[in-house]
């Protein structure tokens, strides 16, 4: 029902800011509660946030509290992530996750991930 292309990672001094994006190709993506996960690298992939389908509900894991801020745009079919306050633990790959909310919109999608690495 949707795709999703990650962007925006890239290498960032400790310190520094980033923001990432999730676009979806079809705005079925507004059905979808949406996810970013993190995968560093030697690690099991982690949580990091998730959003609802109409943005008014977020979580967070607790390594993400404070410093990541989920966000959407279903006007765009994009998702976002910004974090600031880089630390070198939170390098990684950075994923999109999509989970259907109707028999229309059913199963979970995996956008392919965006690299960050954080320098110290």
């Known amino acids: 029902q949707v795709q999703l292309v990650e962007s925006g990672g890239g290498l960032v001094q400790a310190g520094g800011s980033l923001r990432l994006s999730c676009a979806g190709s079809?705005?079925?993506?507004?059905?979808?509660?949406m996810a970013w996960y993190r995968q560093a690298p030697g690690k099991e992939r982690e949580f990091i946030a998730f959003v609802s389908t109409a943005g008014h509900d977020t979580e967070y894991a607790d390594s993400a509290k404070g410093r990541f801020t989920i966000s959407r745009d279903n006007d765009k079919n994009t998702l976002y992530l910004q974090i600031s306050s880089l630390k070198p633990e939170d390098t990684g790959v950075y994923s999109c996750?999509?989970?259907?909310?109707?028999?229309?919109?059913?199963?979970?999608?995996w956008g392919q991930g965006t690299q960050v690495t954080v320098s110290s």
């Open positions: 996750h999509a989970q259907g909310t109707s028999i229309f919109y059913r199963g979970v999608i």
């Open positions: 079809t705005d079925a993506f507004r059905n979808y509660d």
